[in-house]
């Protein structure tokens, strides 16, 4: 078996796989992106003891995430641990298209 070859060729398949993986990544921050397409944020609030959902927003981006950091701070505050905090994707109402 001649030994001299294999770290070229170990070499060769670890910048392929540093090559995929790059587009593998890069193609995952487009899909992040596509899925990320709205028109802003709204902060959910869920007491399963009581059932109770609230939503506040929209928000932008960095917005939202203050909003649900300082609900979530008055929520432990308020000793009410149980209480999920959650940010979800908004999208205005589209305007029926004339058919």
Not at 10 to 31: F, G, N, S
Not at 42 to 68: I, M, N, R
Request: aromatic letters at 6%.
């Amino acid at each position: 078996m001649d030994h001299e070859h294999a770290p070229e060729a170990i070499d060769h398949a670890d910048a392929r796989l540093a090559t995929e993986a790059v587009t593998t990544d890069a193609e995952w921050v487009d899909t992040e992106v596509a899925l990320d397409d709205c028109d802003g944020y709204v902060v959910v609030a869920v007491d399963p003891q009581t059932g109770e959902v609230d939503a506040h927003g929209p928000y932008g981006g960095l917005s939202a995430v203050h909003a649900a950091e300082d609900m979530r701070a008055v929520f432990l505050r308020e000793e009410l641990d149980d209480v999920v905090v959650r940010i979800v994707r908004w999208h205005e109402p589209q305007a029926p298209s004339a058919a």
